[in-house]
Each structure stands twice: as structure tokens, then as C-alpha cells.
């Protein structure tokens, strides 16, 4: 079975301060695309980061950035600078070039205190 | 630029109802995904379009679900007899398809079901 495991439930973070939000998968397929995605309460689903499993160099969206380490199966992500903005559901995913469906984990709650 | 839409937003029905949802997705956009997330979950995926073929779909998608794309435009999801375990958020994204795996799905904002 492939699987993604945000073992983090729930975290917390100040404004201006950096947190980083944990994910690993696992699947036997050698090339992949893992994904961040955002969901605010009762907004819709947008992407915060993409990486191709191929691309060594981590992939950065101005305050996001990802480790990723393919041997490990970990890509975890770094939010500098948080905002009031940044509070919502995180979620990491992955395709695969056998099929085209994202496969989520549970996701992670990030909350922002000023 | 329009995003994915969806239609309704919320709908609440008894039990053994049939209900229809629609997605319009991002202009040509020829790839159309439906999920479902239930609370404290993240999305499952259930089937997927490219244009006007069903050509993946997830055990989840019992007998009583059934999903259309006429002419590779928008999209229809039907629940038949509808149980109280349908009850969820079914979400409806799209991708551009440039790619041949791997491109950048754009979430729509979500029906919301209830089943009483």
C-alpha cells in the first residue's frame, strides 16, 4: 500500500517565527511528485509547493521551502516568517507516474498566534 | 482567470436519495479528479477523467457512484441510494495536462453532503 504519515496532528507557531511540518511516504515507485497543499477553514485547497522526486535541489516558494531527503522518504516544510495568513489544515501528497491520483496524508493543523 | 466551481456548495438529503453534483473546471484543463474527505482526513481519491474518458477509478467508487464528463467539459457525480457514510466533502480538481504525470491538480471549493 502507499501511504503518507504527517505524524504532526497539530502545531503552533508565533508570528515572524520559523516552523517546519513533517511528512513521510512511502511507495515503490522510483519517480514521483510530492506536494504541499494548504486548506484555510472553509476555503478551498490551494498548492503551496511542488517537487519532482528527481530534482535533487529542494524546492523553494518565496517563505516556503522543503527537505527533501529521497532516501529517507521524508519532504518536510519550512514556513519562515509565519503570518495570521499561513493558519490552515497543511496537507503532503504524492502521484506517481503509475496512475494520476493524489494520495494525502491526514494532514497537519497550523496555528498562528501574534 | 476562473477556478474549479462547484455545484451545490452544501446539500443535505435523507437517506436512499439519489444527488448530483457538478464541477466546471479551470478552462481547458482537459484532466477532471474527484475526491472525497471526510472530517479529520485528507482526500481520497475517487476517479479521474482525461477529457471525456473515465480512466482511473478507486475501489472507493462503489456501484451507487457513477461520474460523467460529456464532450471533456464539466463534470457529474452521482450518489444512488444514498447511505449516511456518503456523507462528506467531495471535492472536484483539474489539471492542465501538459504533463504526462506529476502536474499541479487546482482544487474546487468542495460540495458538502449530508445524509440524514
Known amino acids: 500500500a502507499q501511504t503518507v504519515t504527517q505524524s504532526q496532528p497539530e502545531m503552533s507557531v508565533q508570528e515572524a517565527e520559523t516552523v517546519t511540518l513533517s511528512c513521510t511516504y512511502d511507495t515503490s515507485e522510483s519517480d514521483y511528485y510530492l506536494f504541499w497543499y494548504k486548506q484555510p477553514p472553509s476555503r478551498q485547497m490551494i498548492l503551496v509547493i511542488r517537487?519532482?522526486?528527481?530534482?535533487?535541489q529542494n524546492a523553494t516558494e518565496n517563505r516556503f521551502s522543503v527537505n527533501f531527503q529521497k532516501a529517507a522518504k521524508s519532504f518536510s516544510l519550512k514556513i519562515s516568517d509565519s503570518q495570521l495568513g499561513d493558519a490552515a489544515m497543511y496537507f503532503c501528497a504524492y502521484s506517481t507516474n503509475s496512475g494520476y491520483a493524489l494520495n494525502f496524508g491526514k494532514g497537519t493543523s497550523l496555528l498562528v498566534t501574534p | 482567470d476562473t477556478g474549479v466551481s462547484q455545484d451545490p456548495r452544501h446539500k443535505i438529503t435523507k437517506r436512499g436519495q439519489n444527488v448530483t453534483f457538478r464541477c466546471d473546471p479551470i478552462s481547458e484543463h482537459n484532466r477532471l479528479y474527484w475526491y472525497r474527505q471526510t472530517l479529520g482526513q485528507g482526500p481520497e481519491f475517487l476517479t479521474y477523467f482525461q477529457n471525456e474518458a473515465q480512466l482511473e477509478k478507486s475501489r472507493l467508487l462503489s456501484d451507487r457512484f457513477s461520474a460523467e464528463r460529456p464532450k471533456g467539459s464539466f463534470s457529474t457525480l452521482e450518489i444512488q441510494r444514498t447511505e449516511q457514510g456518503d456523507s462528506a466533502m467531495y471535492l472536484c480538481a483539474s489539471s492542465s495536462g501538459t504533463s504526462t504525470v506529476g502536474d499541479t491538480q487546482y482544487f474546487g471549493p468542495g460540495t458538502r453532503l449530508t445524509v440524514l
Open positions: 517537487q519532482e522526486a528527481y530534482k535533487q
